[in-house]
């Protein structure tokens, strides 16, 4: 319980709030079997769910289906309401303290464990069950599950690949680049009129620079996290992927993008204004909606490695999740809700929302027709398959020994990024910022995790 001393600036009191709120036998806990019910046996009361989903076509589906559920149910009220991911991770930590948290909501990955360690959701074994078990991958639930308890149901999954200008490349008859050096090399010549090669994020509100650095670990078989879960940004393949970045940010990337956010980022690949980007599928519908005359342009690959012909180590995957909160009055109005989210026509109008953005997170989806012959899904096969087999090989940020506290404050703490922000502004030596970060992680973890 002693990791929300960390989170909040207000720590004690969102503790002891939220200890109270626990014991709060008015609150319905896990295992409930049902929601109240009006006295014709209809599901009656009003829940709240937060969601990231920030775009139109995703948040219309979403909404539209609170609305039919609202017919159905008519004693049922939902309210909807929508955050950004990084405004949703401030809301929900904060909100703790005075009880202001939905009854259900999305989540990253990475959260989801931090959510659990303050015993924050309640398990959804019994959904899970109910929409069949045997349809999520394995990896996926377990990525909300501890003590045989599952926390949360992914409801889509992607995963981190390179975007590339198919024009830029012929025109300036240069291929692909498979490794970091030829990437360096095709990006640097790509950085004129206009262009940049590749813009590098080091913004302190986003977790974009402990991506990048990732990206270049994983790809050398490596992790930022060790197997006794310390940090680890000192070892010779970090400082290598750190002092690459520094080396792109200098000479292929905007000088403003030392403060850019994961939107701010994007942004400039949906402009083409980039050549070279790392996002999942959700690149193609910025593209169209910012430049449609570049749609045909782009297309997916897998991310460098340091050797052409070294394994492929897996990079970074998310299985994008639900969860019920604790605190819900009315539990199974929200699993009911959720279950609906995956009636197939419903869930292909969902995922069609952000075509290759979001990839069916249950089998039997991927191969129906309904599916299958989305426009921008044909038009993007490739970019779609190269999406499926990352899928397949990678896992969250500092998941490689499994689900952990540590992951999820590697990426939420925002240090990797300062540490980035202080070799770039004041020139301080790799190493140094390094030990000062590892060092400060190491310490969070620490305090963490203590009995």
């Given at each position: 319980?002693?990791?929300?001393?960390?989170?909040?600036?207000?720590?004690?009191?969102?503790?002891?709030?939220?200890?109270?709120?626990?014991?709060?036998?008015?609150?319905?806990?896990?295992?409930?079997?049902?929601?109240?019910?009006?006295?014709?046996?209809?599901?009656?009361?009003?829940?709240?769910?937060?969601?990231?989903?920030?775009?139109?076509?995703?948040?219309e589906v979403i909404q539209a289906a609170a609305n039919e559920f609202m017919q159905q149910h008519p004693q049922v009220k939902i309210k909807i309401e929508t955050f950004s991911w990084n405004d949703f991770y401030t809301k929900w930590t904060t909100g703790?303290?005075?009880?202001?948290?939905?009854?259900?909501?999305?989540?990253?990955?990475?959260?989801?464990?931090?959510?659990?360690?303050?015993?924050?959701?309640?398990?959804?074994?019994?959904?899970?069950?109910?929409?069949?078990?045997?349809?999520?991958?394995?990896a996926a639930i377990n990525e909300g599950t501890l003590e045989n308890h599952n926390y949360s149901i992914p409801l889509?999954?992607?995963?981190?690949?390179?975007?590339?200008?198919?024009?830029?490349?012929?025109?300036?008859?240069?291929?692909?680049p498979q490794t970091w050096d030829e990437l360096y090399q095709t990006a640097k010549a790509l950085t004129k009129d206009?262009?940049?090669?590749?813009?590098?994020?080091?913004?302190?509100?986003?977790?974009?620079?402990?991506?990048?650095?990732?990206?270049?670990?994983?790809?050398?078989?490596?992790?930022?996290?060790t197997?006794?879960?310390?940090?680890?940004?000192?070892?010779p393949l970090a400082q290598d992927g750190i002092k690459y970045w520094v080396k792109m940010y200098q000479e292929t990337s905007p000088k403003d993008s030392i403060n850019y956010n994961v939107l701010q980022q994007a942004t400039l690949y949906y402009q083409g204004r980039t050549a070279f980007d790392f996002n999942s599928g959700f690149q193609i519908g910025g593209v169209q909606a910012n430049s449609p005359q570049l749609l045909g342009e782009i297309d997916a690959y897998p991310i460098p490695k340091i050797n052409a012909d070294d394994p492929d180590y897996g990079i970074e995957t998310s299985n994008i999740p639900l969860v019920v909160w604790k605190n819900s009055k009315y539990p199974e109005i929200s699993k009911a809700?959720?279950?609906?989210?995956?009636?197939?026509?419903?869930?292909?109008?969902?995922?069609?929302?952000?075509?290759?953005?979001?990839?069916?997170?249950?089998s039997g989806i991927?191969?129906?027709?309904?599916?299958?012959?989305?426009?921008m899904i044909k038009q993007f096969a490739h970019a779609e398959k190269v999406i499926e087999s990352a899928v397949q090989t990678g896992t969250a940020i500092g998941y490689e020994h499994g689900p952990t506290i540590q992951g999820g404050l590697l990426t939420n703490q925002h240090i990797i990024e300062a540490m980035f922000q202080e070799i770039v502004?004041?020139?301080?030596?790799?190493?140094?910022?390094?030990?000062?970060?590892?060092?400060q992680l190491n310490d969070l973890f620490e305090t963490v995790t203590a009995q």
């Open positions: 319980m002693r990791f929300r001393k960390i989170i909040t600036a207000a720590a004690s009191v969102v503790l002891a709030a939220f200890m109270l709120s626990a014991c709060d036998d008015n609150k319905t806990a896990a295992g409930d079997s049902a929601a109240p019910m009006a006295n014709n046996g209809e599901l009656n009361g009003n829940i709240t769910v937060w969601h990231s989903f920030t775009q139109g076509p995703r948040l703790l303290a005075s009880g202001n948290v939905p009854d259900m909501s999305t989540a990253l990955p990475n959260q989801v464990v931090e959510m659990i360690n303050v015993g924050a959701l309640q398990p959804v074994n019994d959904l899970i069950d109910t929409i069949g078990r045997d349809k999520f991958s394995a889509y999954s992607h995963a981190q690949v390179m975007w590339i200008r198919k024009d830029l490349l012929e025109q300036n008859n240069l291929q692909v206009g262009v940049y090669g590749l813009s590098v994020p080091m913004g302190t509100n986003d977790f974009i620079a402990t991506r990048f650095l990732n990206f270049y670990v994983k790809s050398g078989g490596g992790s930022l996290l197997p006794d879960l310390k940090v680890d940004l000192t070892s809700f959720i279950e609906t989210l995956y009636q197939k026509d419903r869930y292909i109008q969902f995922l069609s929302s952000v075509p290759v953005g979001m990839l069916p997170a249950i991927s191969d129906d027709p309904a599916y299958k012959e989305n426009p502004t004041h020139g301080t030596d790799p190493m140094t910022a390094a030990q000062k970060a590892e060092k």
